[in-house]
């Protein structure tokens, strides 16, 4: 099926909302666009958790190929959707067909990723530490572990990544590679490239002989049903990308619970961006670098480089005017959602209605409504430290500079600055020694230490972390992109004293799965 039909679809089969219709919107008017859609019900909500929970033991009981198989599959029929999927994800989301391209390659890619990681049998993290009847003063018994996935997992797709972060982006991919049946809700902005994605999800769910329960899509505008999805009793795990207000809702409803469950959620950051004296030689390229990060995309990525900081003085005076000239050269791109431009608005009034803050430049808006000039306003450290107003992130194209004088000043700023996504260094060797008193504290602060780059444009690799200390995640210790991401769905069990023939098969005597295992503390040799 190749248009949306407005419908949720549990364990395979499409399920008609109940209440109130509303529509998807065309981001760049405004205007109702595509099928009539209503919310799950409380009852079919509690339908997809049944249905996920009945099929989970299934699902973590087939075997590795099978579950790389099915996410295999589900980038094909994603690959089969073709260029009608990135037509509506465009009219959805204002993202041009471009960018769209690279995220379905993008998130076709993680999803073979994890089928890799899942044949590999990585993720197991299998232990074996045998018997030692003989030991004194007492016998150590066999033990051997292994991790399981935890059960059923919600996942809430992001709006700024309509297909690598939603129904069959990071969190999903790697859920299923956990062997953890998902139920994605289909986010408001664009709930017809949800439907579609998940048809494809569902079609390879049937392909690859899944049970049904395996993946379910529900629909829904307003907070009710994420709610009545988190507080379902099934519902092992949360996934969530999205703003802070709506993160920390997940985590309250997660916690209310009788029996409390993780939220893995991605918030908010500023990405904070350091500027040292040695890098402002030829402030004209790094100038233009800048902003060609700040305003891709509309400045709708979690790393966008919202905070720089930059050096006091006639070298960061000169960043700064290249900086107004490459700004005063911008058009701004239509936003996500009329909403989101909305927020963007009241986000730079309140930057600028700060005493002390003042305006470097700001560019051309687009032909849209929605599409505002990019904007760069400029302070000195004590206002930044003085105005909580300043601290916070504005989703869009909007950069604050912060100007700082001397290392202990730097650091200080860096110190009060809280959780972050990524942080980033820019100098030359020497400022090296600058740099090695921020470092300690940049570890402390953000997932990702950029030294020389921008902070957008996050790689899908085993090495990646897209993460974070609090506010920017709940969960500091995981990343939500890379096969570490996989992690958040395992438990980890052990096996005291059992026959071999109990025993799950990558634990047995001789390896038959051949996966990697740590034995006594040592790498196994492998077969071949």
């Excluded at 049944?50 to 009981?61: H, T």
């Amino acid at each position: 099926m190749n248009h949306p039909t407005g419908n949720s679809i549990v364990a395979g089969h499409d399920v008609p909302g109940t209440g109130e219709a509303w529509r998807a919107v065309v981001a760049a008017t405004g205007e109702p666009s595509g099928p009539e859609l209503r919310d799950a019900s409380p009852d079919q909500v509690a339908r997809a958790a049944q249905q996920a929970a009945s099929a989970a033991r299934a699902y973590r009981a087939a075997p590795g190929h099978r579950r790389a198989a099915f996410l295999d599959a589900c980038a094909e029929e994603i690959e089969a959707l073709g260029d009608g999927l990135l037509t509506l994800a465009a009219l959805e989301s204002g993202l041009p067909p471009a960018r769209l391209t690279g995220e379905r390659a993008r998130t076709c890619a993680q999803l073979r990723m994890f089928a890799d990681l899942v044949r590999s049998g990585d993720a197991l993290g299998v232990r074996v530490d045998p018997a030692l009847p003989e030991r004194r003063p007492l016998p150590r018994p066999d033990l051997r572990l292994r991790k399981i996935p935890v059960g059923p997992v919600a996942v809430f797709g992001a709006s700024n990544f309509p297909l690598a972060f939603s129904v069959a982006g990071g969190d999903t991919a790697s859920a299923l590679a956990a062997g953890c049946p998902v139920i994605a809700k289909a986010h408001p902005a664009h709930p017809g490239t949800c439907e579609l994605v998940a048809r494809a999800v569902t079609a390879a769910a049937r392909r690859t002989g899944m049970p049904a329960g395996v993946f379910s899509l529900l629909v829904g505008r307003g907070v009710e049903v994420g709610q009545a999805l988190v507080r379902d009793p099934r519902i092992a795990a949360v996934g969530f990308t999205g703003s802070r207000s709506g993160g920390l809702a997940l985590l309250a409803a997660a916690n209310a619970r009788p029996v409390p469950v993780p939220v893995y959620a991605e918030m908010s950051a500023v990405n904070p961006v350091i500027v040292l004296d040695g890098a402002l030689a030829d402030p004209g390229p790094l100038a233009d670098a800048y902003v060609t990060s700040l305003t891709n995309g509309s400045g709708q990525f979690c790393t966008n480089p919202g905070l720089l900081l930059l050096p006091a003085g006639d070298a960061g005076d000169a960043f700064r005017e290249a900086v107004a000239d490459s700004v005063a050269g911008t058009t701004g791109q239509v936003m996500l959602t009329p909403g989101i431009a909305d927020g963007f608005a009241r986000g730079v009034r309140q930057w600028a209605a700060v005493d002390g803050v003042r305006v470097v430049a700001q560019g051309t808006p687009g032909e849209s409504p929605y599409a505002p000039g990019p904007l760069v306003l400029e302070c000195d450290a004590a206002t930044y430290a003085a105005h909580e107003d300043l601290t916070g992130e504005v989703f869009g194209a909007a950069g604050l500079i912060v100007r700082w004088s001397g290392a202990d000043e730097l650091v200080t700023l860096m110190e009060r600055v809280e959780g972050q996504l990524t942080a980033t260094l820019h100098g030359t060797d020497a400022d090296l020694a600058t740099a090695e008193r921020l470092l300690p504290v940049l570890e402390e602060r953000a997932g990702r230490v950029v030294w020389g780059g921008w902070p957008t444009g996050v790689e899908v690799s085993p090495a990646m972390v897209h993460g974070g200390p609090w506010p920017a995640t709940t969960a500091p210790g995981t990343t939500s992109v890379g096969t570490l991401a996989v992690e958040r769905w395992l438990r980890p069990v052990c096996y005291q004293s059992f026959p071999d023939a109990l025993l799950p098969r990558e634990l047995r005597a001789g390896n038959p799965l051949g996966v990697a295992r740590l034995v006594d503390g040592a790498r196994e040799p492998q077969a071949g």
